[in-house]
């Protein structure tokens, strides 16, 4: 119940077991065509969207690169570790980050980078984490963060590698021009590889991008993908088993996958109140993917989390960068369901209980149940 | 039997389907530690090596990017597809490529590096494919030019992605500095990993360079290292099936399989020399690992090799670049034995009769079988 690696199912699993094949034969190409056509249902896009081998801070430094040339400015709201990294990202490209602070636990919002679009006149583009993974915060604002990049001509880059396929994210509609996700959250698939989507007008300023990297030059990628192959040579057992991810997406639908991540997250939020353990987050931005919560007082994060994986078999995480032993986070996504729901908060009420720190036992799971039936 | 991805033993593919585990977790710190000690062993190096989530051309930008501040000078042969991909690479990074040009079907000799060396003083490194991929051609010079690189205290960073663990390639007593390898070449792993040596030396360089990218800065890698961790997310399926690979090149022992290699590659051209199909690299330069020999004129490529597929269940490489379909290339590497080695040479005078190419059948095949027995 990380937030990634998240569960896989069987099915996925077995899908790597096929032959390893010719990356540039028709039978790959048969494979790349079918993955990159659930991708764009995925991204809900008419546009491009692309695998690649890489991880989620891999990805985003592709998307940076190809959009940044050195000097560039590029508006960021900063509120936890990935967009923290975002920034690094920006930095090393040799552009020039223009944060806009936001406490953690709290989202950025539209107006703040509206207000800064006005007064840095030729920032290049906004960048947001969509769901702070670090945080377990999700940016509601979006789908407006999209109208104020639209109407002001600026490319809208978007982190979304924990929340892709967890939660709607039409990109096409949001007017994101660069969204990126990775395999091992809400797609259920095994870590190792990435997507990211690409827009026209995204298109218009790569195209323009001076000095672009090698591996992750979208450009390149493009002209591959026109023959269906990928530039370099691809994570073949794992792209046969996002293949199966993505084919078992399209058997859920979108929305049904949306509600069944939602209403598990509304489980997990019911038990904690009712256990009097209070989230990380605020309440208007709180992820339905990423479950922080604070470590109740008087308990070691650390002992509690080894108790609950080696006792009662279930993982969570820590917090990271300078909330790492203040908080739990629990990965709700991918295959999530009532089961995993209930599992990790009985867990959880038992290892507390086992460290002596007083929960109303069955308080929890009570309140959850209540969301499911 | 391609110049990579190659076959791959089922206990290897079975590897991948161990659980998805945590990568910040002890699991995983006991799987990584398996694999950078084997990896030491197949670099044959006391120092650093690291397994990273990319394909040969990434690592190879990874090598260059860590080593190369821009406006540096890297003198670079160039004699195929892969050594003008290092080119490509020195110059995306904004380095001066000095170009040592060589025939293609020739290796550059350690000669023309010094000479190169002293008349470009301020060189920074000296970048050489020793095994070219495109053209079947391994630059046996390379012991020679590692003592002139360490005379002349310069690096060395050699692509040995298509020959690693298929030929000798003792990184210590060679003076390489930074070597780079692939999964699915002669490691006989899915292809998705890259691994990489660094040295002392290099690491004086690394940490002088500004402005390393984010993914593939190798001073992350090796602070992670020290936790056994990799920086990002690893691709988990993957490195189980590394670290098997490496436990069956340690059960085999290195000596062993740089025999095998060798043997087959013999038997390859034994037997082509007896059908009097010329090899397409100088005899001096022939690869073990990669066998490229020029289609007999009159001969479709395309076609013979399609005919090979279909009906003889053997699927071998056309060229690349320049010489697309001049010449056949025989993936010679990984699991690669008398079987495989006798039934390519069949499916190939099979092909060539198929086509009305009179070929002596059976002469391949006989050349090749006393090479064995």
Redesign the interface.
Known sequence: M?P?????PDRI??A??KP??????PEFHKLYESITQNLKYVFQTKQHAFPI??????IV?CAV?NITNPGDKVIVPVFGVFSE?LR??IT?R?GKPIEIPTKWGDAPKAEQIEKTIKKEKDARAVAVVYNETSTGVTARDLPSIGEVTQKNNIVLLVDAVSILAGENLPVDKWNIDICVG?S?KCLAC????AVISVSQKAWEKIEKTA?????FDLTLTRESDAKKET????????FY?LDEALKMIREEGLDARFKRHAECAKAFYAAFEALEIQPYSSPEARSNTVIAINVPSGVDGAQARQIMKNRYRV?I?GGMGKIKEQIFRIGCMGIVSENETLTTIGALENALNDLNYKVKTGAGLEAARKIFH
């Open positions: 990380l990634g690696p998240t569960n896989v699993m077995q790597m077991l390893i094949i010719n990356h540039r034969g081998t890489t991880s989620g801070t891999g430094e690169d990294r690094e990202n090393r040799g990775g091992q095994p870590p190792g590889l000095s672009r990297p090698y591996y530039p370099f040579t691809p994570a073949i057992p794992l088993a993982e995480a």
